[in-house]
């Protein structure tokens, strides 16, 4: 099983261009630490990424001010993660957390110009 660090530290690749978000944790891979840490201590013992998608989704929506429950609805029908049941847990997080995010930025950078979203 991959270790929370060394999923941690594949996702500060991987989401480099999403630093501007805000969180209450501060950057991206702050918040990506908390919200795993927290989503593997509430998981089930066997989940589902169906699971994993749900806590992650409301582990964003206390995390991301910016989000309402609307936005987190339709996060959860955008979420498209190419992930199985098989991955570890620490795989389907961190797969489940950089498409919401990387969705998320899009919005934010679509919609800036409206004063949605700030950076």
Known sequence: MQSTSEADTGQRIAL???D???FNAGSVTDAYAEIS???VCQLPSSPSVRDV???ILKALLRQMPVLSIEDIHELRLLL???VTNDASVDEQIAAVFEA???IIARWQQSQSEQGRFSA
Do not use: P, R, S
Request: proline share 0%.
């Open 16 to 18: 480099e261009d999403t």
């Open 20 to 22: 501007h978000l805000e």
């Open 37 to 39: 840490t927290t989503v």
């Open 53 to 55: 998608k749900g806590y």
């Open 80 to 82: 498209d993660v190419n």
């Open 100 to 102: 919401a995010v990387q």
